[in-house]
């Protein structure tokens, strides 16, 4: 295959995982999980509607949900931020995740942002000190995680949604250090080089099962989950409900454990 056609291969898998009527977190979170209830407020700021957590049962077994949501339509997207978190947005989220520690719930999370948000005010109130609390908090919960990328995993803002036992992605989503327009813009001082960019980022769900910083790629029809999601859903729901039982087997020591050496392992040189 030559470089363009290469090229264009992954601006495609980008397209489609940016898509406007790809499926949102709302739409699988009703599909997988029965009787959802969403919880609401990080209990120090507010409520940051660009993430969707709350309490359902997957195949009768009580799971905490934790999705970000990009919105349908204008009005909606406005509303959820394009799916781009405030703290208070990570701050929820990790006040579920206790929750569910507690508990000794599962974990289910469900990853599609650009980015977490850069504005002042995001800023002003620590985005990234709530970013990196998640980090190191998630790979010492003593419950099962599973995340879930269902489109854009953008940068940080991905990455505090993305320490779990199991990292699992939609076979045309992505999943990058930051968007291929920034990192052109870094790179090669050209926004309007994204193509270019994300020929080279090893973004895609193939690159990264490659690399083994994902776990199981969920297949798609060839022209996207927005032509027919429920394909992929069905696939996505009887293995999420064969793993998540069997992380439940699992002795906590030695899920922690798992779960410590994944991520050590992650950019080791074995000599291949």
């Not at 009703?30 to 507010?46: A, K, M, Q, T, V």
């Not at 394009?82 to 206790?98: A, I, Q």
């Not at 696939?235 to 793993?243: D, E, P, V």
């Amino acid at each position: 295959m030559s470089e363009v056609s290469q090229e264009e291969l992954v601006w495609n898998k980008v397209l489609l995982a940016r898509h406007p009527k790809r499926p949102t977190a709302k739409v699988l979170i009703s599909f997988l999980f029965d009787n959802f209830i969403e919880l609401h407020g990080d209990r120090f700021f507010g409520d940051d509607k660009s993430v969707i957590a709350g309490l359902g049962f997957l195949d009768k077994m009580p799971v905490t949900v934790i999705a970000q949501e990009k919105g349908e339509t204008t009005e909606d997207k406005i509303n959820r931020n394009f799916g781009m978190c405030h703290p208070e947005g990570y701050r929820k989220s990790l006040r579920l995740m206790k929750q569910a520690e507690k508990f000794n719930r599962p974990i289910i999370l469900i990853i599609d942002t650009p980015g977490a948000y850069p504005g002042i005010g995001a800023e002003e109130r620590g985005q990234a000190t709530a970013i990196a609390t998640n980090l190191t908090e998630m790979i010492d919960l003593k419950v099962p995680l599973i995340s879930i990328i269902l489109g854009e995993g953008g940068s940080g803002g991905a990455l505090a949604f993305g320490v779990a036992d199991e990292v699992w992605m939609f076979e045309n989503a992505i999943y990058s250090i930051l968007s291929p327009e920034g990192f052109a813009s870094i790179l090669y001082k050209d926004s309007f080089l994204a193509k270019k960019a994300a020929s080279v980022m090893k973004l895609t769900s193939d690159d990264l099962f490659a690399y083994k910083i994902i776990d199981y790629i969920i297949p798609e029809v060839k022209k996207g989950l927005h032509t027919n999601s429920y394909y992929s859903f069905d696939i996505l729901k009887n293995q999420l409900i064969q793993k998540t039982k069997e992380l439940k087997e699992v002795e906590v020591s030695t899920l922690l454990n798992n779960r410590y050496n994944k991520y050590r392992k992650i950019g080791v040189n074995n000599g291949n």
